[in-house]
């Protein structure tokens, strides 16, 4: 067997083809019965192992038959017959059963000494008789049976091309199996060859011809053929080769590989010394011009167009043009399909290509490829693959250009790919060594290394590099130091460092140039801005960069003037930040998103700003537009305040899965970038959402979060702190501990005025004590945090404030006795609620108006309220509406009662037992246990039959 492409491998096993062994065992065994000649063809892509393939169907033959392989060769076209002169000569690998002598060997030399010799022109008469002679000496060593091999017939010459085509007209009339290998690509001239025609014979078994198509192997069958390459290794081989078995052999085998990927042309990964000159003869008989274009291909790797291979190969368009599909009839490159592109038939002989070229002329045409693609607008991808390439050789003299190429192209895809552009700059950096004449360009290099770390979400070394840096850069007019700094202040904001990221914001500030450009002083007012708030402390007068000039970028201005109306809503100088509120959406909305997706902040605090102005709508569509873009960007910097404001108008509009489902993928963008802060911001809002859904498991867990908040932010200060501190009194209220709810809302507050916390929240907050006072039993105290809550509703003027203050004092009626007097307070608070957007206190308001209006006998607008409270309620996916609307109206032991543990009372005094009511309930009868105990202490009995009968003197729903 011949050493080749076709008949290569590092293994001596032969591995699958059983159909196609089949189809020759058939073949060889009607050619034995029938006495006549019958051909069969075995084709497939270069490499498939068409040679290994008809030696092993041979040596597998049953019974034994005569053989004989004649091999082309493409430096012996110019040889008249030779691959039958090769198949019936001496010197060939014995050939079992046939006898060679004066009949097939030297016969056979003489009859072909009688074709004329080129370039002198045979008649057809002539050719005719020279290929009846042939015949019949094949005839004569065919007549005790033959097998006749003509491998690699894509490199026939012109007189055995004749003499196979006069065979398939004029059969050899002996028992002869003529077996055609070729590539079908790569045929020189049309062969009459082709899939036989199924109408010639009715009986496929007769039929005198057959087509074999060797078929790639699989991934398991190549794990069997390859037994020495690593389990890690066999699938990277297989998805670059294809399953072809040469292209598998050719490729370097490493035992201990741990899944390095093969495709990779480094030093490490060569083709073994023999594939490279086995596949070498594919090329080596070019003219210079097309070995020049096909080295330029191999150095071009990627699909590339004529124009490209023009450039590197340093040849006229024209030239290129023609070259290029000469060498795609030799089947070296083929037509990428719709692209009018070329590309190697297969990555493994681009491979052998390249390391068959000087590394001269490759450093040199690599240079000349990222020149071409730069001029030609090529992908990014394309031109950072040649950087890398260059910057990988010893010479020095590429790392100006191949460092611009890197963060040019890094920039290009820092929205789409951040990862590829990080390594994209780190690599520049390696390449730009820290000498005085490039301090500079590092510190810039540097500069964009960290703002993508930082906006790919990895905030601790986005800061460790800006600290080093920043400090560097000079001041300059065009104002680039102020936005450095301006990005290391964010940086440390998003961590929480609140008094870093003002203090170095204000140094900068106060140091900007008069001539600086008004981006710097834009973005680092903003930073003063949001730092002031996230740390409790607003500024009261954000300082005024704008000085008469409105240049600079519209997104800046919009983000300084979107921070200032939150720090006037916080304020309660409403009016204030109406108008600052509207000028800012006038900019982002007028700005296309290219603009916008620099700046999350700026969607984040619009939205926010209009979530307490009680502009859902807006806010909602501004913070989805934000999610949209820092999705698409991959801004993790980003995006966890997004999803937090987007929470947020969710929960205040009673979407409480939503809202739960944001804040908990805010909670892992935290974790993943480090922010403890925005943790605690996500784990507060999801306890506040998880309380008020009211599943049985939802009390305990909505504590557990919000405790897990509290114990982040622990500076009531902060609106972190606060924020946290109030949830978990949500949570605490509404599992039953009004006592801790009132001592965390008034620690938030900072006194009895809530004077630390929000203005414009007030009234709701007041409105928890009051509830937590009338669940304590305490009346007085209740009715006064009511009154509070109407005061500060009255500053406020917002419709969904002034509903908690009116849901306070109705629920402070309701629970004197005065049904009546509670139910235009609980109708318009309901209405006002309404207004603000607030479905969820809505579904509350009239669930409580629908039991003033049955304490009250008014059954029509009960029915009418409880209809439509229990409607909101199932949209909003709550379950208190329908507890409290279980519940009684009247004594404060049963107001002093959860929703949760007056439904468990309600049950226990049925008669149900422990056990029954956990599995109707769902939970375990330790946890009834652990409600009824709390049940008794509160409704002051001491057994099971007390709390029957307590039950059944203040149950008044059943009626």
């Known amino acids: 067997m011949k050493s080749g492409l076709e008949s290569a491998s590092t293994s001596p096993r032969f591995v699958g083809r059983q159909p196609q062994l089949a189809h020759i065992r058939r073949a060889q065994a009607a050619v034995l019965s029938r006495g006549w000649q019958m051909v069969c063809e075995v084709v497939g892509e270069p490499g498939i192992g068409k040679t290994r393939f008809v030696h092993e169907a041979l040596e597998r033959s049953v019974p034994a038959v005569a053989w004989a392989v004649g091999t082309c060769s493409p430096d012996e076209r110019g040889v008249p017959f030779h691959v039958f002169r090769h198949a019936f000569t001496a010197g060939q690998s014995p050939r079992r059963g046939l006898r060679a002598g004066r009949s097939s060997g030297q016969t056979w030399a003489e009859s072909a000494a009688e074709v004329p010799p080129a370039p002198a022109r045979a008649s057809d008469a002539q050719r005719f008789r020279t290929y009846q002679l042939a015949r019949r000496l094949i005839g004569l060593a065919a007549r005790d049976g033959l097998v006749l091999v003509l491998d690699d017939l894509h ?14 007209r004029y059969p050899v009339p002996a028992p002869l199996l003529l077996v055609l290998v070729y590539r079908p690509r790569q045929m020189a001239t049309p062969m009459p060859f082709g899939p036989p025609d199924p109408g010639e014979h009715a009986d496929a078994a007769t039929t005198s011809r057959d087509r074999i198509e060797l ?23 297989y998805d670059l080769t294809g399953g072809i078995p040469g292209y598998l052999a050719a490729l370097p085998v490493d035992t201990t590989s741990t899944g390095a990927d093969p495709t990779r042309t480094t030093p490490g990964a060569r083709l073994s010394d023999a594939s490279v000159a086995e596949l070498r003869r594919e090329w080596s008989g070019l003219p210079p011009v097309d070995l020049a274009c096909l080295r330029a291909g191999a150095i071009v790797d990627a699909p590339f167009s004529t124009d490209l291979l023009a450039e590197v190969a340093q040849v006229p368009a024209a030239l290129a043009v023609e070259v290029g599909w000469r060498l795609a009839r030799l089947d070296l490159i083929r037509r990428v399909p719709g692209t009018g592109r070329f590309a190697f038939r297969h990555p493994v002989l681009r ?5 068959d070229t000087d590394p001269a002329w490759q450093a040199e045409a690599s240079g000349r490829a990222l020149t071409a693609l730069v001029e030609l607008g090529a992908p990014p991808v394309d031109r950072a693959r040649y950087a890398e390439r260059l910057l990988a050789l010893p010479n020095g003299r590429w790392v100006d250009r191949c460092v611009t190429v890197l963060c040019r192209a890094a920039q290009e895809v820092r929205c789409e790919t951040p990862d590829l552009a990080i390594r994209w700059l780190r690599l520049a950096l390696r390449a730009l060594r820290p000498t005085a004449g490039l301090t500079q360009r590092r510190h810039e290099v540097s500069l964009v290394l960290a703002q993508i770390i930082g906006e790919a979400g990895d905030l601790a070394e986005s800061r460790a590099l800006l600290q080093e840096i920043v400090p560097l850069f000079p001041a300059d007019p065009p104002g680039r130091r102020a936005q450095a700094v301006a990005l290391w202040a964010r940086v440390e904001r998003l961590l929480g460092n609140y008094a870093e990221a003002a203090a170095i914001s204000r140094r900068e500030l106060a140091a900007l140039p008069a001539e600086a450009g008004p981006t710097g002083g834009y973005r680092l007012a903003t930073e003063i801005g949001v730092a002031g708030i996230l740390a409790g402390r607003p500024v009261a007068g954000l300082p005024d960069v704008l000085g008469g000039d409105l240049g600079g970028s519209g997104a800046d201005r919009a983000g300084l003037l979107a921070v200032r109306s939150l720090a006037a809503v916080h304020d309660g100088a409403l009016d204030d930040a109406r108008g600052l509120l509207d000028a800012g959406a006038r900019i982002v909305d007028s700005l296309p998103d290219g603009d916008v997706r620099d700046h999350p902040d700026c969607l984040t605090a619009l939205g926010l700003t209009e ?6 709508a807006d806010a909602g569509r501004h913070l989805d537009r934000g999610l949209t873009l820092v999705r698409a960007s991959h801004r993790d910097d980003g995006l966890c305040q997004l999803l937090l404001g987007r929470s947020q108008v969710a929960y205040h509009g009673g979407q409480l899965p939503t809202a739960i489902g944001l804040a908990t993928e805010a909670g892992i963008v935290a974790r993943r970038i480090g922010s403890h802060h925005l943790l605690s911001f996500a784990l507060a809002f999801e306890a506040e959402a998880t309380a008020w859904r009211g599943d049985l498991r939802d009390d305990d867990r909505a504590v557990a979060l919000a405790r897990s908040a509290a114990g982040i932010a622990t500076d009531l200060a902060t609106w972190c702190g606060r924020t946290a501190a ?12 009004p ?26 907050w007041f409105e928890l004590l009051c509830a937590a006072a009338l669940a304590a039993g305490d009346l007085t105290d209740a009715e006064r945090q009511a009154r509070l809550a109407l005061a500060e509703a009255n500053q406020v003027g917002l419709p969904g404030q002034r509903g908690f203050a009116e849901s306070a004092y109705g629920e402070v009626l309701l629970a004197r006795g005065e049904a009546l007097a509670a139910l235009p307070h609980l109708e318009t608070a309901a209405d006002l609620f309404r207004s603000g957007g607030m479905v969820l206190r809505r579904s509350l308001a009239l669930a409580s108006l629908a039991r003033a ?16 409270a229990l409607e909101l309620a199932g949209w909003c996916g709550t379950e208190r509406v329908a507890l409290r609307l279980a519940r009684p109206v009247g004594p404060r032991e049963v107001a002093a009662l959860t929703d949760r543990e007056w439904h468990i009372a309600r049950l226990a005094a049925t008669g149900a037992t422990s056990r029954l009511i956990g599995r109707q309930l769902n939970i375990s009868p330790r946890t009834v246990e652990a409600h009824l105990t709390r049940i008794y202490r509160k409704a002051g009995v001491a057994s099971r039959s007390a709390l029957v009968a307590w039950v059944a003197r203040l149950d008044d729903t059943g009626r």
């Open 155 to 168: 490199w026939a010459d012109a007189s055995s091309t004749g003499l196979i085509a006069h065979l398939l």
């Open 351 to 355: 491979m052998a290509v390249a390391q």
């Open 853 to 868: 209006a049955e304490a009250a006998d008014q059954t029509g607008l009960a029915a009418r309220a409880r209809r439509r």
């Open 726 to 737: 109030t949830a978990l009194a949500t949570a605490a209220l509404l599992s039953g501990d």
């Open 739 to 764: 006592a801790t709810c009132a001592d965390l809302v008034r620690s938030a507050g900072g006194d009895s005025r809530l004077s630390r916390l929000q203005s414009t929240l007030r009234p709701r």
């Open 611 to 616: 979530l307490y102005l009680e502009r859902h």
């Open 215 to 237: 078929p790639p192997l699989s991934l398991a069958e190549v794990a069997l053929l390859h037994p020495c390459v690593g389990q890690a290794e066999v699938r990277p081989r």
